[in-house]
T-cell receptor
Framework: GNSVTQMEGPVTLSEEAFLTINCTYT??????LFWYVQYPGEGLQLLLK?????DKGSNKGFEATYRKETTSFHLEKGSVQVSDSAVYFC?????????????FGTGTKLQVIP | DTEVTQTPKHLVMGMTNKKSLKCEQH?????MYWYKQKAKKPPELMFV???????INESVPSRFSPECPNSSLLNLHLHALQPEDSALYLC??????????????FGPGTRLTVL
């Protein structure tokens, strides 16, 4: 079956530090890959996505590259802010078209301190 | 516009109450989803509707009853819930075909507390 593995949190960083949250996946075929962010007390927001190998998704200074050879989709940001404190979920859907069953990772909590 | 709205934002109910959660989207999406999220866990899929028909029920207890009256609206009717049903209930929607069909957009959720 499909699975997503994320690094354990919480991750605590000082403001302006470099962020990496690791994500690896197991899936057949060519899944689409996503990062969702959940701020405290809120729902999930789509942060970025990539649908094929070597695609780079980017949004709000965050980036992730779809690496088929290493089955990875690591999230990076060059300089984090206090407002980036949230839980980040890596996720995949197995194919395009029709309705999807999303496989989520367990989530990684990021705390950014001033 | 990629907005999914949910009401109410918070709901407190007793175990004998009947209440409903509402979800709405106006993006022309024809797939809609209910998820349940417990604290510090990822969302768990409950139901999927495709073209207003129930496509997937992830073995959810019958005290949860979904309804899709039209292509923009999704309800979740609640009856005789248990305290362990307290959670954040998230609605999502997606296209059913085309390049962007794989992307689900989530609402802000309803925080449910069962006393």
């Amino acid at each position: 079956g499909n699975s997503v593995t994320q690094m354990e949190g919480p991750v605590t960083l000082s403001e302006e530090a470099f962020l990496t949250i690791n994500c690896t996946y197991t899936a057949t075929g060519y899944p689409s890959l996503f990062w969702y962010v959940q701020y405290p007390g809120e729902g999930l927001q789509l942060l970025l996505k990539a649908t094929k190998a070597d695609d780079k998704g980017s949004n709000k200074g965050f980036e992730a590259t779809y690496r088929k050879e290493t089955t990875s989709f690591h999230l990076e940001k060059g300089s984090v802010q206090v407002s980036d404190s949230a839980v980040y979920f890596c996720a995949l859907t197995p194919y395009s078209g029709g309705y999807q069953k999303v496989t989520f990772g367990t989530g990684t909590k990021l705390q950014v301190i001033p | 516009d990629t907005e999914v709205t949910q009401t109410p934002k918070h709901l407190v109910m007793g175990m004998t109450n009947k209440k409903s959660l509402k979800c709405e989207q106006h993006m022309g999406h024809r797939a809609m989803y209910w998820y349940k999220q417990k604290a510090k866990k990822p969302p768990e899929l409950m139901f999927v509707y495709s073209y207003e028909k129930l496509s997937i029920n992830e073995s959810v207890p019958s005290r949860f009853s979904p309804e899709c009256p039209n292509s923009s609206l999704l309800n979740l009717h609640l009856h005789a819930l248990q305290p362990e049903d307290s959670a954040l209930y998230l609605c999502a929607s997606s296209l059913t075909r085309g390049q962007a069909a794989d992307t689900q957009y989530f609402g802000p959720g309803t925080r449910l507390t069962v006393l």
